[in-house]
């Protein structure tokens, strides 16, 4: 029964957060990935679920590396920054 959450915090590197937010037609997920980190992102979806980062598909984003779909969820490796990944249902 959730439609949306958000959490953060402070690393020895700096904040990382992540939100996301459920709708009847869309999904949103926004992360925070501090200076000189990586971190792996899974997005829920099915495998031909067209994801993307901002306005452009995911896996052609700069910096944004699809890893592999697996289980239910598309698998992303993406370096420090602020990102917003989104698909509409």
């Known amino acids: 029964g959730l439609s949306y959450a958000n959490a953060s915090v402070e690393s020895l ?3 990382i957060s992540a939100g996301w937010k459920l709708t009847d037609n869309s999904f949103e997920l926004k992360v925070l990935v ?3 980190t990586k971190a792996l992102v ?3 979806a099915t495998e031909k679920t067209r994801i ?3 306005n452009s598909l995911a896996k052609d984003t700069e910096g944004v590396s699809f890893i592999k779909y697996e289980n ?3 698998i ?3 370096g420090s920054g602020d990102y917003k990944f989104a698909y509409t249902k």
């Open 76 to 78: 992303f490796e993406i």
């Open 13 to 15: 590197r700096g904040m």
């Open 42 to 44: 899974y997005v829920p």
């Open 52 to 54: 993307y980062e901002h």
């Open 34 to 36: 501090p200076f000189n």
């Open 72 to 74: 239910g969820y598309h």
